[in-house]
């Protein structure tokens, strides 16, 4: 099945640094989404990305969709403590096949 | 803002017992998605509706069905469960056309 490669895996930074992760795929994909993942609760929608090539920003956060249409960026800026968890990227075709294909995850650790 | 619904939030059951999860999603959504998430993974697809009718179906094992109801729930039966069950079940609605999944908390599902 496809498959989406999110990196890093893991990632352990000061408070205040920015961070950056991607995900890769080997098919397009119509719409990207990020999401962030505390434990043991339900994926949040921290961004969604419909066009090649579109910059979007949600406060601190800095998503977008590569021009291939099969890969995307996640950065967060001056990380806080509370930006600890997982967060995944997403990949849909849209329409009646709207599921998502999910990255593994990159799991975030902030150090105050 | 009125969230998806997920009862109940915490299952447990003995091997080859039966469990039913419950999905209230976002008003006026029209699709629902439910995923299958175990520990340390990303979120598993199993199966999706679009107006009450089946649109999509993942990797949802033949022990389990789900169908959504007129009032747009949706509920996940699971029979002779096993030990592999245990997993946290997450049901996520969108509008069709938006691509934006918004989950719910969870249920999480544990089988002795």
């Known amino acids: 099945g496809q498959q989406l490669n999110q990196s890093p895996q893991s990632m352990f930074i000061q408070e205040g640094e920015d961070v950056s992760m991607n995900c890769t795929s080997s098919?397009?994909?119509?719409?990207w989404l990020w999401y962030k993942q505390d434990p043991g609760e339900g994926p949040v929608l921290l961004i969604a990305?419909?066009?090649?090539?579109e910059l979007t920003s949600n406060g601190r956060l800095t998503a977008q969709f590569g021009i291939t249409r099969k890969d995307s960026f996640l950065n967060i800026s001056a990380s806080i403590p509370s930006d600890v968890g997982i967060y995944f990227c997403?990949?849909?075709?849209?329409?009646?096949?709207?599921?998502?294909?999910f990255g593994k995850g990159t799991k975030l650790s902030v150090k105050p | 803002a009125a969230g998806v619904i997920q009862s109940p939030r915490h299952l447990i059951k003995e091997k080859r017992e039966t469990a039913t999860l419950k999905c209230y999603p976002i008003?006026?959504?029209?699709?629902v998605y439910w995923y299958q998430q175990g520990p340390g993974q990303d979120p598993q697809f199993l199966i999706s509706?679009?107006?009450?009718?089946?649109?999509d179906k993942g990797s949802i094992p033949d022990r389990f069905s789900a169908q959504q109801f007129s009032d747009y729930h949706s509920e996940l039966n699971m029979s002779s469960l096993e030990l592999g069950d245990s997993a946290l079940y997450f049901c996520?609605?969108?509008?069709?056309?938006?691509?934006?999944?918004?989950f719910g908390e969870g249920s999480r599902l544990t089988v002795l």
């Open positions: 996520a609605s969108s509008l069709e056309v938006s691509g934006e999944l918004f």
């Open positions: 990305l419909y066009k090649a090539g």
């Open positions: 997403a990949g849909s075709h849209g329409g009646s096949q709207g599921n998502l294909i």
């Open positions: 509706f679009y107006e009450k009718m089946q649109s």
């Open positions: 098919s397009i994909f119509n719409t």
């Open positions: 008003p006026r959504h029209d699709t």
